[in-house]
Every structure is written in C-alpha cells, then in structure tokens.
C-alpha cells in the first residue's frame, strides 16, 4: 500500500504518521479488563511510563475511567481526582512526553490541557456524553481522536443492532467531522471504536473494512488490544491474547492504520517495523 503522509500538530510541530506510531496505554484504575494494564501508585505510573518510551511508544494514552460493561459510571470529579496526580507526576518525570488523555468529560479534558500540558484529547463517546466536548476541543487547539460508540460503556453492548453496518459508522464520521470542521477543529484522528457497540463478527467485519475509512483523509487510529474479539474468539482470556493482538495489529496496518493503541508495546514497534520495510517495495 501506497504511504499518504499525515500529520497532526502537537504544540505548533507536525507529528509525521507516515510511518505509523504506537501509543502505550496507561490505566489509572483498579479495573480496567487487562489486569496488567492497572497502575496506581507513584512507582507503578512511572514504570509504566518508562517501559512505554523505553520499548519505542511515542504517545502515553492516560486513562482513569474503565470502558469495560461491568465498570462504574465516574462522574468528572472523581475521575480528575485519579488523573491529575498521575498527570503531574508523567509531566515531572517525562516532561517532553507526548500525553493522550482519555476521557469523555470536557472539563476533565480541558484541565489536563491546560494545566499539565496534555497534548491530545481521546474521547470514546465522539462528543455524545459531554455535548460540550467539542466546543472545548476547539478552543484548546489540540488533536482530537474521535471514536464510534453507541450509548455509553454500561449499555454498549446492547446497541448492536444496525441498519447498514458500515455504512452507518462512516456515516456517523462523516456527520461528526462536518460539525468539528464548522468549529475549526483541523486535527481529527479516526478511531472506528472496536470493541464498542460490535459483536464479536462485526469486529471482524470493521477490520475487513478498514480501508473504506481512509475516504475521511484522517489519520486512523486502531485499538484491538488484547479485547473480546480476540480472546471470546480464541476461546481464550485478555492474558493469553498477545498473538492475536499481534495479528490484528498487522492486518490493521496493512490497511494503512496509523497509530496502534496497545498494552504491549515492544511488539507493536516491532510489527511497525516489519510492515514498514514490506510497504517500502510497494510504491
């Protein structure tokens, strides 16, 4: 496949995404589905944060709100208070790190922003649960990763029913970027939200469909790791899923993804690394 370059901006310098680039994730919360991913105490965060930009991550996603089924519903506040002691101490620690924040609250966004220098806001609701997100994206001038999801975590799962399966999701997407354009956002990251509001087989059918999203001449962002559609697939558990990660991480970026989103970053660096030297003879 042909490679398109894409930028987005992060603090007035363009981040080329031609060759694609990981984002590790870092989860400030007792529950999040993959055990391995929970890191609370100082040591722990920072240690996270270390392996991330050790192993080759450019980007440390920074979630406190778990989007698994089971999870609670954390208002605003208590979600801030689990962000912004970890928020404080990544920038100390990684001043220079680029910082996803992930939350669907638009004044949790704006406070890490502007007080801890977060660098991009990652909002898996695309601005339904907070309507005022996207006005806040605007005023911040920071990249926003704009995510497919019906209803909220709680309830996702029973919302899978469509009339035209993809052609609904890229409708969604185009109807959500046409009101981000209107305000000025200019930096949208496309993120088709596996694993939220999908069974399993149309996980499955949106990867074999990837492609389809580049008409939004968007940067794609692609999150599988370790999730239900691989380990209820494999009959197996989110622990024993790297493999299959593995695979979808590979099938996403030869379908011109361009950020991987993961726990395991070694191995998502490394399947960059192959892909990008096969893409090279593709030209």
């Known amino acids: ?133 996207f006005n806040v994206v605007a005023e911040l001038n920071v990249p926003y990763i704009l995510m497919h999801m019906r209803g909220v975590p709680q309830t996702m799962q029973y919302m899978t029913n469509y009339d035209n399966f993809i052609q609904d999701i890229l409708y969604y997407f185009s109807e959500k970027r046409a009101k981000l354009s209107l305000l000025g956002v200019n930096d949208v990251i496309i993120d088709p939200g596996f694993g939220f509001s999908k069974s399993v087989a149309q996980n499955y059918e949106l990867m074999a469909y990837l492609k389809y999203f580049h008409i939004f001449e968007e940067p794609i962002l692609v999150g599988v790791s370790r999730k239900s559609m691989i380990y209820k697939l494999l009959e197996t558990t989110p622990e024993n899923s790297l493999n299959g990660t593995t695979v979808l991480n590979t099938v996403s970026l030869l379908s011109g993804a361009n950020i991987l989103r993961v726990h395991d970053v070694k191995e998502a660096v490394e399947c960059v690394k192959i892909i990008s030297e096969l893409t090279e003879y593709d030209k």
């Open 1 to 133: 496949m042909m490679k398109v370059e894409k930028t987005i901006n992060i603090n007035g310098s363009l981040l080329n995404l031609s060759t694609p680039l990981v984002m590790g994730i870092l989860n400030v919360t007792p529950n999040s589905f993959y055990s391995e991913s929970r890191k609370q105490s100082d040591e722990e965060i920072v240690n996270r944060c270390r392996v991330i930009l050790d192993e080759g991550g450019t980007i440390i996603d920074v979630g406190a709100q778990s989007s698994s089924p089971t999870s609670k519903f954390l208002s605003a506040k208590e979600e801030w208070e689990r962000l912004m002691p970890a928020l404080r101490l990544i920038r100390n620690e990684f001043p220079d790190t680029i910082i996803s924040i992930d939350t669907f609250y638009a004044d949790v966004a704006k406070e890490a922003v502007e007080v801890y220098g977060a660098n991009i806001i990652n909002d898996i609701s695309g601005g339904e649960i907070d309507k005022r997100m």
